[in-house]
C-alpha cells in the first residue's frame, strides 16, 4: 500500500510530518546552499532517520501546522507551524530575528512507509 492509500485509508494510516528548518549557506559562485545548517523536527513519539541512512535525524516533538492552503493569492497564503517555545529553532526568534532567510520543507510520512513525500515548502516570514 502506497502513501496516499494508507493516507486515505481509515486504520492502516500512522502519517506523521516531518519539518527542517535550514539556512542558506553562501557558495563560491554566489548561490545560496540549504540543509548544511538544519533543525528537524517529527511529530510523533519518537525521533525518525529520514532517508533511512543518511544521517539526518528528525528529533520527536509535539509540533503540528495549519495545513496547506492553495487560493489565487500565493503572497498571502498562510502556512503556520507550531512548535514550543523551548525548541532551538524557536529560541532564534525569541530575541531579534534571524537576518538570513530560513527555508522550511515539510514532509508528510506513513510510519511503515520507507517515502516522504514533500507536502509543503517555502520560507519563514
Wanted: aromatic fraction near 10%; glycine fraction near 8%; charged fraction near 20%.
Amino acid at each position: 500500500m502506497g502513501f496516499d492509500e494508507k493516507e486515505r485509508s481509515n486504520h492502516g494510516s500512522q502519517v506523521v510530518s516531518l519539518y527542517e528548518f535550514s539556512v542558506g549557506t553562501m557558495q563560491s559562485d554566489g548561490t545560496l546552499l540549504y540543509g548544511k545548517v538544519a533543525w528537524r523536527y517529527a511529530s510523533c513519539d519518537s525521533d525518525i532517520e529520514y532517508p533511512e541512512n543518511s544521517g539526518k535525524i528528525y528529533v520527536s516533538t509535539p509540533a503540528d501546522d495549519s495545513g496547506a492552503a492553495i487560493t489565487d493569492d500565493s503572497v498571502n497564503d498562510g502556512f503556520v507551524i507550531t512548535l514550543p517555545a523551548s525548541s532551538e529553532i524557536a529560541q532564534l526568534f525569541a530575541g531579534d530575528p534571524p537576518s538570513s532567510l530560513i527555508r522550511v520543507t515539510v514532509r508528510r510520512k506513513d510510519l511503515s512507509d520507507p517515502e516522504a513525500p514533500i507536502y509543503w515548502t517555502g520560507f519563514i516570514t
